[in-house]
């Protein structure tokens, strides 16, 4: 496995690939990987012939009063990790991707004005701006995103159109612990207290799954339904919990056919989130 | 020459030349060719072994109010222009450069707000986005650029730099008529009577120059003698002079080194720019 630090390396690297008539498929993560970035890595390793993993924490994604300078980092295990599965190269940027004078961010007008954005105003600016930076820089033909950050991966497919970029985005179920917390980097903050109270989210939308299986279609009812199970935990503050069109993420009133059910809250420090596609039954998808 | 209308199409004969060891220069233009063009393609013809020129009247940059539906067209003449001076390729994409559902914008943060991006709010919002989809369709090796629109020449070489693009950025000085107007499509727009009034933004230029030379450094005193020059004229409206660093486009007070003197003017209906370098004699550049 190589490991690339030099831009203008992962750059060179990346074009002589192409000119071998070789496939190049993307994985970009913040490190501190877990089964969800394995699951991508794996896929990843189907749809190409030399798979690329970054492990970058992109400073321009985080808030003023968020995680940065404590996010989780172990790059010494994450390499280990991407050895064992497989990956052809990790691209591991120093800190010049974001040299003195930078000031060209790309953003989306209308996909961040929903769920996670709403909180987090910077976020989407910074990985949007990070993902065009590094889909220059590794120019792949496909890149994994996860369906876990569901808005993220929404936000990429439209980036892709819109700006022309070459890339075939591929989302990657959600992976899951065995009780069913979807798996992230920062359920490493949890404590012993609150790891059971995560289980919330998921019950949450399981719980409106089975209002759609039993024939509800108004939003509104199944959102209170799932905001009384998050709130049935005191140490649980509810960010939003959204059933919206899972292309544009507009928020529905009465669902039909396929609609998106994605819920966020902080349990005490850590912000959580999960999704999942609702189906009314007997609609055409 | 080919010509090319189809964005996948320019992608992959892009990507075919790449592989073959041909290097691409490209010429991004809005048609409308003039001598100031034909100089950034000959440029380009010196840099690379295939000279793609673009042709498209990019919406995104005009603001509302502002010359999108008049500005001046004439395809047939700028192919027949192009094939003249031996480019090999031209890309005349259609309007799905900008499809149903199109939201995601490049944006400086520092540099349009100085010039004419005070007086034109999208303009370099629009400029820098489409470059940035021309880039990821042509993907070339060289990027051309006249010096008349230095402002965007200066977006253009740092967003080059914020989003990695694998791209040398060349500017090229500006082609004058034999009187000294500096070449520009708009000129189309002035009547017989305005013609010869537009030549003050040149004099207005050169006046500061012979100040520069003859020792003065206060940018003010010089600012103000342009602008005395420009409003003899009673049909020019000043829109902007301007002394200011060149790489950072901020004003300067006291002339040291090499800055960029600007200047901008509505003559009747139509926006004129003119700029050009002063250079305080005997200091080390």
């Known amino acids: 496995m190589k490991v690339i630090t030099s831009i203008r390396e992962m750059t060179r690297f990346s074009e002589n690939l192409r000119c071998q008539g070789r496939t190049i498929a993307f994985v970009p993560t913040m490190g501190y990987l877990h089964e969800g970035h394995l699951a991508l890595m794996a896929e990843g390793k189907t749809k190409a012939d030399h798979l690329v993993v970054s492990i970058f924490v992109n400073p321009a994604q985080f808030g003023p009063s968020e995680d940065f300078s404590t996010y989780p980092r172990a790059m010494e295990q994450d390499l280990e990790q991407c050895r064992t599965i497989g990956a052809d190269t990790v691209f591991t940027p120093d800190s010049d991707i974001y040299p003195a004078g930078f000031q060209t961010y790309v953003e989306l007008e209308k996909l961040p004005l929903h769920l996670c954005g709403l909180s987090r105003p910077v976020f989407f600016k ?26 993220q991966l929404a936000i990429i497919r439209q980036l892709v159109i819109d700006l022309n970029f070459d890339i075939t985005v591929v989302g990657v179920p959600i992976v899951r612990e065995p009780d069913g917390l979807a798996k992230s980097s920062r359920n490493k903050y949890l404590t012993q207290k609150e790891r059971p109270h995560a289980l919330l989210l998921y019950r949450s939308i399981q719980a409106a799954e089975k209002m759609v299986k039993d024939g509800e279609i108004d939003a509104q009812k199944i959102v209170d339904a799932a905001t009384e199970i998050l709130l049935s935990c005191p140490d649980i503050t509810v960010d939003y919990v959204s059933i919206c069109d899972p292309v544009t993420l507009d928020g529905v009133t009465s669902i039909q056919g396929k609609v998106l059910m994605a819920v966020a809250v902080w349990l005490g420090k850590t912000r959580l989130i999960d999704n999942r596609m609702l189906v009314v039954p007997h609609t055409p998808e």
């Open 126 to 151: 910074g990985v949007a701006t990070v993902v065009t930076k590094l889909f220059n820089i590794v120019n792949p033909h496909f890149a994994l995103f996860g369906e876990k950050d569901y808005q």
